[in-house]
């Protein structure tokens, strides 16, 4: 499975911006996944964001409940990130996620989104 992660970019705070993940490779296997959103902030682990079930149930991290959007497009093997409201806090580069019931996963390779003050 490969993903291919874009939409980051530069925003001031108060704005918004759309992340998108296309993934490829064994598609069948993909529409069974579930697909997540983390984020990466200099100095800091890696945290979840949001995920999104192959039945499209959506769960998120307290600090973007409210603000952010997960959903996917199954015919598209894509998944989005809508994120509204964005503060300095969520500047990090974004990654995009496909985990099996197994726990095989994948990740993009990473997108930055830099919110300015």
């Known amino acids: 499975v490969q993903l291919q992660a874009s939409g980051g970019g530069v925003v001031r705070a108060g704005g918004s911006l759309r992340l998108s993940c296309v993934a490829s490779?064994?598609?069948?296997?993909?529409?069974?996944?579930?697909l997540g959103w983390y984020r990466q902030a200099p100095g800091k682990q890696r945290e979840l964001v949001a995920l999104i079930t192959s039945y499209g149930s959506a769960n998120y991290a307290d600090a973007v409940k409210g603000r952010f959007t997960i959903s996917r497009d199954n015919a598209e093997n894509t998944v989005f990130l809508q994120m509204n409201s964005l503060s300095p806090e969520d500047t990090a580069v974004y990654y995009c996620?496909?985990?099996?019931?197994?726990?095989?996963?994948?990740w993009g390779q990473g997108t930055q989104v830099t919110v300015s003050s």
């Open positions: 490779g064994s598609i069948f296997s993909i529409r069974s996944m579930g």
């Open positions: 996620n496909a985990i099996t019931s197994a726990g095989n996963q994948w």
